[in-house]
C-alpha cells in the first residue's frame, strides 16, 4: 500500500508539471489547472506583513473589579518579513529545490519587550526546501532547524530565575513559510488533475498566530470564486473562509523545548481555551506564470484563559489578526 501510494505522489506531480517543459497537461473544458510554476535562477521576491490588535479583559465577569469596570489591557504588534525564492534545481516532473533568503525582517510592538525580537535574527539567513509542482512542500527540514534557532533567542540570557522567554513573532514566520502555496498544495488529487471550475471548493488548515504559546489550528475552505482576464493574464481568485479547527497537526513546527515561563502579561496566565474564530481571506494566483500574486487574511479570535495565582477570574483575550504577502515587482 505505502509503495503504490509512493508512485502515484510522483506520478501526480509529473503530470500537474508541464509549464517549464512545455508539455502542459490539458485540464477538463471550462476548467483551469493551477501549478507553480518554477525556473531556474529567476527569483520572486515577496513581502509578508502579519499585524493583530490584542485585547485582554482580565475580568470578563466583573467579579473583583471595583464599580464593575474590568481591567483592559490593549497592544498591538507587527512582523514585516521580505523574503527572495530563488529555484537552483528544478525538476518540471517531480521535485524542485529552492533557496529562500531572509532579505529583512522588521517586529514593531506598541509595548516594549524589552529588547530585539528572536525573529530579527533571521534577517541574512538561508534555507532550502523542495516543492513539488503543485506546490506541496517534500522537505521542510532546514526551515525547521532554523525556527529552532531563532526559537533560543527567544530566551533572557539569565537563568537565576528559570528560563523566562520574552515576546517574539516566530508563530508569524510559521505562518508565512510553512503553507506556502496551501491554497494549491491542498487541492485533492482529482480535483488537481482535471482542473477547476468557478465555484469548486476544497479543505485544508492553517496556523492560528497569537502573542501566546498555544498550538492552535483554523480549518479553512477555499473556493475559486473567479477568473480574471486582465488582458495580459489570467488571474485566480481563490477565497478563503475560516473556522476554529480541532484539532493541530503533529508535523507542525515547535520551536521552543523545554519548561520555562512567559515575560510580561502573560507569564500570570495559562490554560488558554480557543473559544471562537472566524474570518475569510482572497488571494489571487497568476495561472499563466504560475505563482501567487498576493493574499490577504483576515480573522478574529476569542481565547479564554486562568489565572496562574489561582483567582476565579477567567480572563479573555480577543485578537485581530491580518496577515498578507505581496509579490515585490
Not at 30 to 58: A, C, H, P, W
Not at 73 to 93: G, Q, R
Amino acid at each position: 500500500m505505502r509503495t503504490a501510494l509512493t508512485i502515484l505522489l510522483v506520478f501526480v506531480p509529473g503530470v500537474l508539471s508541464g509549464c517549464v517543459s512545455g508539455e502542459k497537461a490539458e485540464p477538463v473544458k471550462g476548467k483551469e489547472l493551477l501549478t507553480v510554476n518554477f525556473e531556474q535562477g529567476r527569483t520572486l521576491q515577496y513581502r509578508f506583513v502579519s499585524k493583530r490588535d490584542i485585547t485582554v479583559d482580565m475580568d470578563p465577569a466583573k467579579k473583583f473589579s471595583r464599580g464593575g469596570k474590568g481591567a483592559l489591557d490593549k497592544f498591538t504588534e507587527s512582523m514585516e518579513l521580505v523574503v527572495a525564492y530563488t529555484p537552483i534545481e528544478v525538476n518540471p516532473h517531480g521535485l524542485t529545490t529552492i533557496k529562500a533568503t531572509c532579505k529583512s525582517v522588521r517586529v514593531t510592538r506598541s509595548k516594549s519587550s524589552g529588547g530585539r525580537d528572536a525573529v530579527e535574527y533571521l534577517a541574512g539567513k538561508t534555507f532550502t526546501f523542495t516543492v513539488w509542482p503543485n506546490g506541496k512542500i517534500e522537505d521542510y527540514s532546514q526551515l525547521d532547524e532554523l525556527l529552532k534557532q531563532i526559537g533560543e533567542k527567544a530566551f533572557r540570557a539569565n537563568t537565576d530565575r528559570g528560563r523566562i522567554k520574552v515576546p517574539d513573532m516566530i508563530c508569524d514566520v510559521t505562518a508565512t513559510q510553512w503553507f506556502l502555496w496551501d491554497s494549491l498544495s491542498s487541492i485533492e488529487i482529482g480535483k488537481a488533475l482535471e482542473g477547476l471550475a468557478v465555484g469548486d471548493s476544497w479543505k485544508s488548515q492553517l496556523l492560528v498566530q497569537g502573542p501566546m504559546v498555544m498550538r492552535q489550528a483554523r480549518d479553512v475552505t477555499y473556493t475559486l470564486k473567479e477568473i480574471r482576464n486582465t488582458g495580459n493574464e489570467r488571474l485566480a481568485v481563490i477565497g478563503g473562509t475560516y473556522t476554529a479547527a480541532r484539532s493541530v497537526p503533529r508535523s507542525w513546527p515547535i520551536p521552543y523545548s523545554g519548561r520555562f515561563q512567559m515575560s510580561g502579561t502573560f507569564g500570570f496566565l495559562s490554560g488558554y481555551r480557543l473559544l471562537s474564530l472566524e474570518g475569510q481571506g482572497e488571494e489571487l494566483f497568476n495561472i499563466d506564470a504560475g505563482r501567487t500574486e498576493q493574499y490577504n487574511q483576515q480573522y478574529q479570535t476569542q481565547i479564554q484563559a486562568s489565572i496562574l495565582m489561582g483567582i476565579g477570574s477567567k480572563p479573555l483575550i480577543t485578537i485581530k489578526q491580518n496577515i498578507t504577502m505581496k509579490l515585490i515587482k
